[in-house]
């Protein structure tokens, strides 16, 4: 508990704290069985579930992933990688009643079922618009078109991996740096790493 109270202290880390005192009381208050409220188990970033009774539309039946919609930004609002909705087969055998009710875990079938929204990629779109606005508008050190098709191409031959280390070097610089003033052991050194 300490460290991660020193964690927090330092503002580079988010520790979950779970408190069985407010989530079995909630669990049960949402109608979930007393003997299963107390089993629950934290799951995802600060989610918390009844293993194999839960069904995971809570965590994503309205599913916003931000780095996506960048894309399709970008590409005057197409979806360049449309998905089809499958249906999670395996996990529904898993979880209970999915088989009983004949749905699957997306269709409901689970015997706790809440839905809400997730969010995802916040910060990896945050990174994609500062990378996007330094490199390509502030340095002009790449183009609008360059970008695009590097992007277009998945970064492939020479050029798309030369932007493709233009997008990503300034970044992991800078959560390095962040993270050895925050913990002086990372990230290891080379000679150290070699010995481990």
């Known amino acids: 508990m300490d460290e991660a109270i020193e964690v ?7 520790p979950a704290f779970n408190n069985d005192k407010v989530i079995i009381p909630s669990f049960i208050e949402k109608g979930v069985k007393k003997e299963d409220a107390y089993c629950y188990s934290a799951i995802g ?7 194999g009774k839960w069904g995971y539309r809570c965590t994503g ?3 916003l992933n931000f780095p996506r919609i960048l894309l399709m930004v970008m590409n005057n ?27 699957t875990i997306k269709e409901g079938g689970a015997v706790y079922d809440f839905i809400s929204g ?13 990378a996007i606005k ?10 609008r078109d360059e970008l695009m098709n ?12 030369r ?13 390095r740096l962040q993270c050895s003033r925050a913990f002086p052991s990372f990230p290891p050194t080379r000679s150290q790493a070699a010995c481990s």
């Open 8 to 14: 927090l202290k330092l503002g580079t880390g988010m």
């Open 45 to 51: 970033c600060v989610e918390t579930a009844v293993p």
């Open 61 to 63: 039946m309205s599913y």
């Open 77 to 103: 609002g197409i979806d360049l990688a449309s998905e089809r909705e499958v249906p999670d087969i395996l996990c529904s055998c898993l979880t209970q009643d999915c088989l009983g009710r004949g749905k």
């Open 118 to 130: 997730l969010q995802v990629g916040i910060a990896n779109m945050a990174d994609s618009l500062s």
């Open 134 to 143: 330094k490199l390509v508008y502030e340095e002009k050190k790449i183009s």
């Open 150 to 161: 590097a992007l277009a191409t998945d970064f492939a031959g020479p050029e798309g991996e």
């Open 163 to 175: 932007i493709r280390q233009m997008l990503i070097i300034p970044w992991t610089s800078t959560v």
